[in-house]
């Protein structure tokens, strides 16, 4: 019997291949440059699956193109590029790839938390331009970390991996959710559940941990950049459009903070140009979660979903499995 046909926009990696090549007849996208809208749509047109990245939308557009597509399986844990609600009314399955990048991206984000805290970039620069003439008293001071406060925003998995990861440096955890976690997990990460408010205003070091939804979107605004301390600085390893980065940029200009380390933007691949320039900013490519170990389990974790969908079994992480009745 023919194998279902299948569209994977990347290569990726042996481990997922292996998986996907003993159940389908996979087409892989493999030239470095992304694959485009247009090839994408010609593309899906006769599959019945899609392994897609974040960068790829799948919309009713696509949905339309792609008459015999069963699932769509994007290979992150953000699912912001995918209509679900969509897919549910066309009977396709939708999943992504939870829980397998936690740690990896919470170390990223203490990655650029301690990196613009201490201006590391700026010292490596300096040693690379062969103008630093020694040590001196008051050369690139920054700010503490050990024993300031942290503020999460946003306590699932990744935020609480942040929070674990400041016990060792001594500091006051705040954060704030939708939902209060249990206590036992507060008293673990010694955390303490804030409001929003008291988070902007008493943080030393805020690290953005939110999906983005329509009431995160520019929940790092004006107004709550004026709330934060000007010795404060902003992690944001989450969605671009949770910051606004005009209003950072401004933030920035006016030292109303002290700095942000940006791991994702607004109109990405696109920076907001006046972040470009400025030393107080850390701008890093979207890779919290980029470790070999990491982006293969997403990949392999996206694979299986798409065999298990195929075997007649519900697909382990899909985000419409009870909307579309699958056993
Ligand atoms: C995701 O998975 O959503 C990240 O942004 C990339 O790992």
Redesign the pocket.
């Known amino acids: 019997m023919a194998k279902p046909k299948i569209l994977a926009t990347r290569p990726l990696f042996p481990a997922a291949r292996a998986i996907l090549d003993a159940h389908f007849d996979v087409e892989y996208w493999t030239v470095p440059e992304r694959i485009s809208r247009a090839e994408l749509l010609k593309r899906v047109a006769d599959k019945e699956a899609l392994v897609c990245l974040?960068t790829e939308k799948v919309d009713q557009q696509l949905l339309d193109a792609a008459p015999r597509l069963r699932i769509a399986a994007t290979?992150?844990?953000?699912?912001d590029n995918i209509d679900v609600p969509a897919c549910t009314r066309r009977g396709v399955a939708a999943t992504?790839?939870p829980g397998v990048?936690d740690e990896t991206?919470a170390d990223f984000a203490w990655t650029l938390l301690m990196a613009i805290g201490r201006r590391l970039l700026e010292g490596d620069a300096w040693m690379r331009s062969g103008t630093w003439p020694g040590w001196d008293l008051d050369q690139l001071l920054g700010g503490d970390v050990w024993g300031k406060t942290l503020g999460i925003l946003g306590f699932g998995r990744i935020g609480r991996g942040v929070a674990r990861r400041a016990l060792g440096f001594r500091m006051r955890v705040l954060y704030s959710d939708a939902v209060r976690a249990p206590s036992e997990d507060e008293r673990d990460l010694h955390a303490e559940f804030v409001d929003r408010d008291r988070l902007f205003r008493e943080s030393d070091f805020i690290s953005i941990h939110v999906p983005l939804l329509p009431d995160t979107r520019h929940l790092i605004s004006k107004e709550n950049l004026e709330k934060m301390k000007p010795t404060a600085y902003l992690i944001n390893?989450?969605?671009g459009p949770v910051v606004d980065e005009a209003a950072l940029v401004d933030a920035l200009e006016n030292r109303k903070i002290a700095g942000a380390a940006l791991d994702?933007y607004e109109n990405e691949p696109k920076v907001h140009p006046g972040l470009i320039p400025r030393k107080d900013v850390i701008l890093a490519p979207?890779m919290?979660?980029?470790s070999v170990d990491?982006?293969t389990r997403?990949a392999v974790m996206a694979a299986n979903n798409v065999v298990a969908m195929f075997d007649g079994r519900r697909p382990p992480n899909a985000l419409n499995a009870d909307a579309l009745e699958l056993k």
């Not at 290979?75 to 699912?79: H, I, K, L, P, R």
């Open positions: 974040l290979v992150s844990v953000g699912f992504h790839t990048l991206t390893t989450s969605r994702v979207h919290a979660s980029a990491t982006r997403m």
